[in-house]
DNA sequence: GTTTCAATATGTATCAAGTACACAATTAGA
DNA sequence: TCTAATTGTGTACTTGATACATATTGAAAC
């Protein structure tokens, strides 16, 4: 076996001062579904490199801080928001991705309503960019930001975070209408009622869409015991 | 908003160095298919604090290194493999993970052909441990652990990636075996056989299996460029 | 108060994929 | 030549996905 060139971490003690030379920090790609269109929230940058290009929200890891906490304390900050669909998704680590030095970044997808944004915030540094209409950006974000899309294209197949993106009542055009933007498809409407339905994941809320010009549709909210009780039943198949 | 404590990485310029307050490492879980059973390469640990317990493998980052490099590296100087599957899947950042100080660690999924390994390498300090097996580890490697075995069986299901921790040419019998002892339930032969065949990803490699006391069956290959053709007609659909 | 607009609500027939299930053929070894 | 172990194969049934058209509702305009 080649000799490692200095002991090894995992099994060996080690005087862990020389390695201190990273800086961590978190990156959180946070997407709103509003008027019918996908966007990410985004603020832009000072830095002398990447002045006035378009930035994702992050913070430096605090010395005391989990990784979580720091995702959690970066979406609390920015959108004062707590309860909100936040997951990781990467660690980026290319050497020279930032100017200032040797810092990792390790990105985390988060979902909210934006409805609930706006009643929290208003900064204007900050703006929510329709996805499709976000071009360059700062650092390496444009590669964080495609690859949290693709992550969350997947996902919302996969399990009901869609939700997160809605308000507590929505429609079922509104339900669809969001899958159609994130997935960049369409589904017929017929069929797509049918499989929600079937799901059983949602409650019918006994109301009616308030001041649409057309005949309202029924409202519905996410039934997230039900989720709970079904996926247990993890489904295994082979899908390749 | 709340102010910020100190000036934002990603709108302002900043000096980095009292940030250097971390050190990073990556850890791979690697996983093998030998004898029947899936195996996980493990070491043993000699930090005071995890003293004979097992651990993965893993090594600090180099401040000249990207993350990937780093995970390249460690699989190479442990097994001497350079071609096999190699992923990441998830950065484990608890303030006191490590009793040495703090060291965040990227997690990596490794997936190799035991035969391989076993013709280039021997190291009395690693071992092939059945995952099964496999009860408390070293630091929070055991979370490691499930999070990367959970995540293969996801990912066995999606992509054709499970090609790796078979040899080159194999009997359909290994093939369903591997799908069965990793997402621990069993596939009717009839309908595992019919569902593989019209993939399309394997080729009849017109041999038959050596040195088996019974009826002898048919040896396949993975067919990579076909999957490669298959996959770009990402399908969509809605499936939670 | 009638008309227009825009969208909701609904069902059936077809096709594709998944599941359940049993018997003859082949090799090694006793 | 008999036994043990495992390969190789097809059909009927069920479930889920897809394609597709018409009547209904409420708001707004006239």
Redesign the interface.
């Known amino acids: 076996?080649?000799e490692?060139a200095?002991p090894?971490?995992?099994?060996?003690?080690?005087?862990?001062?020389p390695?201190?030379?990273?800086?961590?920090?978190v990156?959180c790609v946070i997407f709103g579904y509003d008027e019918g269109v996908l966007k990410v929230l985004l603020?832009?940058?000072?830095?002398?490199a990447y002045k006035g290009q378009w930035?994702?929200?992050?913070?430096?890891?605090r010395?005391?801080?989990?990784?979580?906490e720091?995702s959690y304390r970066v979406l609390?900050?920015?959108t004062g928001l707590t309860d909100m669909f936040l997951e990781?998704v990467?660690?980026?680590?290319?050497?020279h991705r930032?100017p200032?030095?040797?810092?990792?970044t390790?990105a985390y997808l988060a979902l909210v309503n934006v409805k609930d944004y706006q009643l929290k915030?208003k900064?204007n540094?900050l703006q929510w960019k329709p996805v499709s209409e976000v071009q360059t950006m700062?650092?390496d974000h444009r590669l964080i930001l495609d690859t949290c899309l693709a992550v969350l294209q997947r996902k919302i197949?996969?399990?009901?975070i869609i939700f997160s993106l809605l308000e507590k009542k929505f429609s079922l055009r509104d339900l669809q209408h969001v899958?159609e933007q994130i997935?960049g498809?369409e589904f017929d409407r017929r069929n797509f009622r049918k499989?929600?339905f079937t799901?059983g994941l949602l409650t019918d809320e006994n109301e009616m869409e308030q001041q649409v010009r057309h005949r309202p549709g029924r409202l519905y909210s996410f039934n997230r015991k039900a989720y709970e009780q079904i996926k247990r039943k993890t489904f295994?198949?082979?899908?390749?």
């Open positions: 076996m080649q490692l200095k090894n971490i995992n099994t060996t003690p080690v005087d862990l001062m390695d201190f030379q990273f800086a961590l920090s990156d603020i832009e940058s000072d830095l002398p930035s994702l929200l992050g913070d430096l890891l010395p005391d801080e989990d990784l979580e720091a609390l900050e920015r990781q990467k660690t980026f680590g290319s050497v930032h200032a030095g040797r810092v990792i390790t915030k900064d540094a700062a650092f197949q996969e399990e009901p899958f997935l498809m499989k929600l799901t295994v198949g082979l899908q390749f």
